[in-house]
């Protein structure tokens, strides 16, 4: 099947998905001041003034260790518990098992999801299928849960159980998007149940931008495999198939995005408000905190808190009204040094959105081609331009375009999707 636009847009993005995570980090990092290795830097400091005061005595020095685990426990906060079952815990040992894998076996998916590398020999294929059923056992299992808590948010400046999470659940992405691949010539039904149960953990993964960049790669990649089966597919009625192509998800993701964002912003205001000084890390998270007021520190989070919450419900707007809408809200932002060094466009982000809906009904059009269904295919228009969609016939099956570029450059290509529908003719 020949590569569609979108899969190209999100193959760059994700070389591999690793890359998506640690770019935005990077990004954090780089506003928060490099706040992770200072915290890094005093928890070393500290623990080398442990060793220095407890010498050679391994009595003291167990006492000290013990010491240091009871602190770093109790910044954790209490656990919180639900009634039911969460999903967290079923995925985490879905990611125990996959961390059993050997390098080999984890690079085959790795290859599978950035299309590179040869795939690997059918019996060496079956043999890996088998081996990972008791991973996508879990994964399916998580699909069903009461709720999703993974009780690993980062604190400021520590990321690293967030990281290493996230990582998890975009290795276990990889793993379910090549099964389901994998099962579609054997079992159609069941790869997309599986593709459905991979798209509930990544939707789960995480309310914020890293969680909904990471989303919306994958979801890419489910609908790529379905369109390359779109004849062994079932059709709308299908639940699990009503679940990938549901045309409300990405707004729902977009806005969780923003409001994760708003209450990430609301912990480090409490912060501020509780403490008698300026806490130094607010500095490290807001450019020119250092250099404002308190008054203007706790006014000019709670604009941005307002603002990112606000940010959720524009996705409807088109793109102009969007860049009136940023406009006006920046001329807001100048008011306040914090809220005018921070505020930032959401112009990839919203974009990205916007993709997903456009794909999503290109999938179901495509469906209603491929099953002769003329005067439903016909129904389903481009959600931006609300044009139908552009049709073209390839070699192996055919092509839908949408007037919606995978980015601002003039020269970008169209959102396309390319469905195959067996050997060219």
Same mark, same amino acid.
């Given at each position: 099947?020949?590569?569609?636009?979108?899969?190209?847009?999100?193959?760059?993005?994700?070389?591999?998905?690793?890359?998506?995570?640690?770019?935005?980090?990077?990004?954090?990092?780089?506003?928060?001041?490099?706040?992770?290795?200072?915290?890094?830097?005093?928890?070393?400091?500290?623990?080398?003034?442990?060793?220095?005061?407890?010498?050679?005595?391994?009595?003291?020095?167990?006492?000290?260790?013990?010491?240091?685990?009871?602190?770093?426990?109790?910044?954790?906060?209490?656990?919180?518990?639900?009634?039911?079952?969460?999903?967290?815990?079923?995925?985490?040992?879905?990611?125990?098992?996959?961390?059993?894998?050997?390098?080999?076996?984890?690079?085959?998916?790795?290859?599978?999801? /950035?299309?590179?590398?040869?795939?690997?020999?059918?019996?060496?294929?079956?043999?890996?299928?088998?081996?990972?059923?008791?991973?996508?056992?879990?994964?399916?299992?998580?699909?069903?849960?009461?709720?999703?808590?993974?009780?690993?948010?980062?604190?400021?400046?520590?990321?690293?159980?967030?990281?290493?999470?996230?990582?998890?659940?975009?290795?276990?992405?990889?793993?379910?998007?090549?099964?389901?691949?994998?099962?579609?010539?054997?079992?159609?039904?069941?790869?997309?149940?599986?593709?459905?149960?991979?798209?509930?953990?990544?939707?789960?993964?995480?309310?914020?931008?890293?969680?909904?960049?990471?989303?919306?790669?994958?979801?890419?990649?489910?609908?790529?495999?379905?369109?390359?089966?779109?004849?062994?597919?079932?059709?709308?009625?299908?639940?699990?198939?009503?679940?990938?192509?549901?045309?409300?998800?990405?707004?729902?993701?977009?806005?969780?995005?923003?409001?994760?964002?708003?209450?990430?912003?609301?912990?480090?205001?409490?912060?501020?408000?509780?403490?008698?000084?300026?806490?130094?890390?607010?500095?490290?998270?807001?450019?020119?905190?250092?250099?404002?007021?308190?008054?203007?520190?706790?006014?000019?989070?709670?604009?941005?808190?307002?603002?990112?919450?606000?940010?959720?419900?524009?996705?409807?707007?088109?793109?102009?009204?969007?860049?009136?809408?940023?406009?006006?809200?920046?001329?807001?932002?100048?008011?306040?040094?914090?809220?005018?060094?921070?505020?930032?466009? /959401?112009?990839?982000?919203?974009?990205?959105?916007?993709?997903?809906?456009?794909?999503?009904?290109?999938?179901?059009?495509?469906?209603?081609?491929?099953?002769?269904?003329?005067?439903?295919?016909?129904?389903?228009?481009?959600?931006?331009?609300?044009?139908?969609?552009?049709?073209?016939?390839?070699?192996?099956?055919?092509?839908?375009?949408?007037?919606?570029?995978?980015?601002?450059?003039?020269?970008?290509?169209?959102?396309?999707?390319?469905?195959?529908?067996?050997?060219?003719?």
């Amino acid at each position: 099947m020949e590569s569609t636009a979108p899969v190209r847009y999100a193959a760059a993005m994700r070389s591999p998905r690793k890359a998506i995570l640690w770019m935005l980090i990077i990004l954090v990092v780089a506003v928060s001041g490099l706040a992770w290795f200072g915290k890094g830097h005093r928890l070393f400091v500290a623990r080398a003034s442990l060793s220095d005061a407890a010498g050679d005595s391994p009595e003291l020095l167990s006492k000290q260790a013990e010491q240091e685990r009871r602190a770093a426990v109790s910044t954790l906060g209490p656990m919180k518990h639900r009634d039911g079952v969460n999903a967290a815990d079923i995925y985490g040992q879905a990611i125990a098992l996959y961390d059993q894998l050997t390098y080999e076996e984890r690079e085959i998916f790795d290859n599978a999801s /950035e299309h590179k590398g040869n795939p690997p020999d059918t019996k060496t294929a079956a043999a890996l299928y088998s081996k990972v059923q008791p991973i996508m056992d879990l994964i399916r299992h998580g699909r069903s849960a009461d709720y999703v808590e993974w009780g690993d948010a980062p604190s400021i400046g520590d990321y690293s159980a967030y990281t290493k999470r996230i990582n998890g659940v975009g290795n276990l992405a990889n793993l379910a998007a090549w099964e389901a691949d994998y099962r579609f010539s054997m079992d159609p039904g069941g790869a997309v149940e599986d593709l459905a149960a991979m798209e509930k953990m990544n939707f789960d993964n995480d309310d914020s931008v890293i969680g909904f960049v990471g989303w919306q790669t994958d979801h890419f990649r489910a609908l790529n495999i379905m369109a390359g089966h779109v004849s062994d597919l079932a059709g709308e009625e299908d639940p699990a198939i009503m679940e990938l192509v549901d045309s409300t998800a990405a707004e729902r993701g977009f806005r969780n995005a923003m409001g994760g964002q708003a209450a990430t912003y609301e912990v480090i205001l409490n912060e501020l408000k509780n403490s008698p000084d300026t806490p130094p890390h607010i500095a490290q998270w807001f450019s020119e905190a250092d250099k404002a007021s308190r008054a203007d520190q706790i006014a000019g989070i709670q604009w941005l808190i307002m603002t990112e919450r606000e940010t959720g419900t524009t996705f409807t707007k088109t793109d102009d009204e969007y860049r009136q809408w940023y406009e006006s809200r920046k001329a807001e932002a100048a008011a306040n040094p914090i809220a005018r060094a921070n505020f930032r466009p /959401e112009f990839f982000t919203r974009r990205l959105a916007r993709q997903m809906v456009v794909t999503d009904a290109m999938m179901r059009a495509g469906m209603a081609f491929e099953q002769n269904d003329e005067a439903r295919f016909q129904s389903i228009t481009d959600p931006i331009s609300g044009r139908p969609f552009t049709f073209t016939h390839t070699g192996s099956g055919f092509s839908l375009g949408s007037d919606l570029k995978v980015s601002d450059d003039p020269k970008a290509p169209p959102v396309t999707l390319n469905f195959s529908t067996g050997p060219a003719q």
